[in-house]
């Protein structure tokens, strides 16, 4: 099974920031890495998909990179909206997903 | 658009057994591969089971091996949950899942 581990587990940054997220394969997984966003008592909305494809009504302010083993969620200029925990999830291996254990963002 | 509505959560005892069902609609429902994810109160996502676009072929976590079925009736667009044997530490948010799109969630409690 691939695991993913995911850093930092929570961050506070202030308004205006650029915040990264990482998140690291145990084995190489292409480009078949998606990023969701969750705010509590609502389901995972995916943010990013494919490493770094911003489904149509995602702002711009959210950017993902990375290829491999190693991917990068930034989020440019924080605002207060995006509170939430932020999820990778890997599905190179279709038989069984795998996600990290999430990133809390908070705002200073 | 894309819809998944789950359905059959509550409060069980331990031991007891539980069936979620989840309805598909907006996509060719037997054409694709769905999944379960879970997720218990305050922690993560994890992965629960996946089914192939036929219902023939099945996978799952070990956590809930022997005690879970996935299954799926692609006449009625519905994908389903049998968990049996449960325990406490099964309480979670049951999510149905296909590709990036996901349920609401179906709570299932295991109290006594």
């Known amino acids: 099974d691939v695991q993913m581990t995911q850093s930092p587990s929570s961050l506070s940054a202030s308004i205006g920031d650029t915040v990264t997220i990482t998140c690291q394969a145990s084995?190489?997984?292409?480009?078949?890495l998606n990023w969701y966003q969750q705010k509590p008592g609502r389901p995972p909305k995916v943010l990013i998909s494919?490493?770094?494809n911003l489904p149509t009504g995602v702002p711009s302010r959210f950017s993902g990179s990375g290829s491999g083993t190693d991917f990068t969620l930034t989020i440019f200029n924080l605002q207060p909206e995006d509170v939430a925990t932020y999820y990778c999830?890997?599905?190179?291996?279709?038989?069984?997903?795998?996600f990290g254990g999430g990133t809390k963002v908070e705002i200073k | 658009e894309v819809q998944l509505v789950e359905s059959g959560g509550g409060l069980i005892q331990p031991g007891g057994s539980l069936r979620l069902s989840c309805a598909a609609s907006?996509?060719?429902?037997?054409?694709?591969?769905m999944h379960w994810v879970r997720q218990a109160p305050g922690k993560g996502l994890v992965w629960v089971a996946r089914?192939?676009?036929?219902?023939?072929?099945?996978t799952y976590a070990d956590s809930v091996k022997g005690r879970f079925t996935i299954s799926r009736d692609n006449a009625r667009n519905t994908l389903f949950l049998q968990m049996n044997s449960l325990k406490d530490e099964d309480t979670a948010v049951y999510y149905c899942?296909?590709?990036?799109?996901w349920g609401q969630g179906a709570l299932v409690t295991v109290s006594s």
């Open positions: 494919d490493v770094s």
């Open positions: 907006g996509f060719i429902f037997n054409m694709h591969w």
């Open positions: 084995q190489d997984i292409s480009k078949f």
């Open positions: 089914i192939d676009s036929l219902g023939r072929e099945t």
């Open positions: 999830q890997q599905y190179d291996d279709l038989l069984a997903l795998s």
């Open positions: 899942v296909k590709g990036v799109h």
